[in-house]
């Protein structure tokens, strides 16, 4: 809901469309290559194409959420959009959710107080468009809400509100909000009440649903790569028939006058981190949004911010932050500093009311950064299908369908004057519209080990009855779909492949060169710097640490502030970060001003200064960042698994975060040992460069020759690897700080790399297991059946260079519940070594892995990541062939057969940590 810019003109275009006994959509508005068409029953459909994208972005919008919620139902709008999932009169109980799991890359829904979203991204192809046109036109009209869903969602609400609320700043806003609105309108939690969501009856719900869920009260967006006549053609056939509804009149909002809040400071005692925010808000005027829109860069961005400067680059806080909420009912700009318990409170305070509103007046040529700045973030945005139609859903519902406004609010930016926006910020962060919020630390009361109850038996969310699984698709139909997807993956493999040079420098360094247009119309470059072994970088991680940070802030010649103007002037950035023994820096720019923003970044990168001004400002700020307890559930889980199976010695490279081992390490680095490293191990002789984007191949590599042929070191080079270890089962039960959510985290280890003939196997067996939240086998057992979780995840990871892998699965739970998570857990396992996976299960994971597979080949700077990896072990594009034809001829026998290989439960290492732990040795 964070808004941040929003416009549109008129041409007209006809589409033919056959004379079906629907009238045909009625284009309404057009600009920006963005076109709205409106039906006869009301419902609105705004099309953003983009032929270079390889995905489509769908958002069905409602213009009705929690500010529509009945008095004493608060949630209810939530609660609907949860049980919206659970089947319509033509797709039964769980068949919709999967339906969606296999058509769409990604499926959704949001609820906030103006609107629901359900958002699907979906790929190319006309049949899986018209299947999600199809059940959201089924949503819409014929949804079947049934009570036995409801106490098992209510439950997951539960769970959502209670991460929510889990969180500082979100416990802060909702404080503010009850202040400014009471237990209405915004001071009620979209989210919902746990007594009101009870007590929600079943007429209660349909009621709502037959309100509000009519097609002259919702919109869809769409974005991406589509036939637009199908398109519409497809609407007009899903949609047209739905009759419109007699739509009540909208909730309104009180007009907000900050000044007039009773309560202005508010304290939230939570997790680890301090923090003040200072949050300027009053009711909507939106005369003086752009130059709000402004005002996060103008403060914080490096290093011109004024707030920066003031706060961070002084030591009086390690961080600042900024954002805005521009929403119809009111304008709210959030300011805040994080700082360390070695800094002052007070003076932090102060001087977050000084940097906002007594700094001085903002220049032209600060002003002149930002809007460049913004200018290229809605470039970014133009491009990229998925991010253009969240905007413009975002803008429909912020401005009460002028989806437009969004770029009436960019031209507005571009011709703000210095005087206006010094004017506005002036008038707008002052004193009379701030409320002040302080984020403090758990106190220590809330670290001691609380007692549990007696754990009652669990009984079962949803009706005692077994459910009967409804029929997937034919097995037949998913082979056809691999069988297509396979080949089509080896056509780009081979097209792509003959585009891309690779080599060799005489010095070692490899290449790739891609040549090839991109459809953010930049050019990528990707250096994989690696350097030293183990024994030679002992005790280094920090200053390599150090060293990457400091690489492109400055040079010789040009200062950070010349570097940051740089990066804007050719619409990119450059940036530098650690990486096991060695760096990744990656350079990107707008493809007509790559080659020269290429060359300054190398010479800043050839050249570093190392500035010690930066360096003891980065050393402070990480010794402060690292002077903060660690008492947060996940946190102490995470920190507690990985003592469990740490087996290298301190100082290695490999070894676990420790954060008493860092602060020492980091206190006695120097920037001395930063030159050090930098003049003793950084060069290119082990290095792998790729370059993506439309440039002459044969200049380019001149230019890699040129840059980097002779840069050559001596240092010894040895591939970091992790070595299969394997662990006796451990189940450990460990104190945290008292929340409301607990943090499970486990972990199995087992002899198998990405090059293991059994690699493809288990990569499906994880698919199985977890990859969807709502219809896997653990997201059944911990959230759909018993309501334990919220969120939880599961990958495998595999070694590129030995058998080595591991298998981790980490979900949020309910305080007090460790026990029955554990359970869960184990009883998924052990049915999959039971009786192993379904022949349906197993065709739908193959076809959605290679749909996923083949749809990061279709963008050319997915390719791109994937270069330097390639060139590292002398492999090209072709050796994923392999792999895709590994998995398509897998059996079940084949995954069952690994399943038991693997996966042995006495070595599975869990942790859980919560507020009825024992405390951590």
Known sequence: MLMRLKKLTFSLFFVGLSSAAWAQPVLVKSDHQIEEYKLDNGFRVILAPNDKENKVYMSTIYLTGSLNDPQGKGGLAHLLEHLAFKGTQNVKGEEFQRRLDQYTLMTNASTDYYSTRYINVVRPEQTALNEILHLEAERMDKLVLQEKFVPSEIAIVKREREVRLDQPFAVLMDQMWKSAYGNQYLGRLPIGDLKELQSIKMNELNQFYRTWYAPNNAAMVIAGKFDKGQVLKQIDQQFSSIPARQIPAQVQVPQLDASKIKQREFTVAKGSDLAKFNIYLNGKNEQIKPALALSPLLYTMQPSGHLYQSMVETGTSTMVQATTWLDRDFNLVFMGAIYAPNHNAEQVDQALDQGVEKTQDFNETELKRVKSLIQNQADSIQS???????????????????????????????????????????????????????????????????QQQQAKAPSKTLDQQAQKTEPLKDVSVYQQEVAQYVASSQQYLEKNER??????????????????????????????????????????????????????RASDKYSLQDIADKSIDAGGSATASSNGNGMTIQIVAKKEKFEDFFNYIVEVMKNPKFEQSQFDLIKSQTLSSLNRPYTEPETVAALTIARLIEIYPQGDLRYHFEPEYAKKQYQASTNEQVKQLYQQFFAMNNAQIAITGEFDAKKMLRKVKQQFGTWKGTQAYAQLTSEYTPYKAQKKHVLSEQREFGSYQSLLTFPLGEDHPDAPAMLVFSYILGDSQLSSRLAQELREKNALVYGFSSEIQLDDWVNSGALSIDANYTAGKAEQVSQAVHKVLQELLDHGVTEQELEAAKADILKNRITALEDERNIHQMLTSQLERNRDLLFRKKRDQAIANLTKADVDQAIKKYIHLDQLVEVMADQYGQPND
Not at 442 to 448: N, V
Not at 505 to 532: C, H, Q, W
């Open 384 to 450: 990229n299908s998925a991010a253009l139609g969240s905007r413009l859903a975002d803008y429909f519902v912020a401005s009460q369908g002028r989806w437009d406004q969004y770029y009436v609010d960019l031209n507005n930016i571009q011709n703000l004057s210095q005087n206006e926006v010094n004017q506005t910020l002036n008038q707008f962060l002052v004193k009379e519209h701030r409320i002040t919020g302080d984020i403090q630390p758990t106190p220590e009361d809330q670290k001691k080990a609380k």
């Open 499 to 552: 585009n891309i040079q690779r080599g060799v420098l005489k010095n070692g360094m490899k290449y790739a060169l891609y040549p090839v247009a991109t459809r953010d119309n930049k050019t990528y470059a990707t250096i994989n710097v690696e350097f030293g072994t183990a024994q030679s970088l002992m005790n280094k991680s920090e200053i390599i640490d150090f060293t990457s940070y400091l690489l492109l």
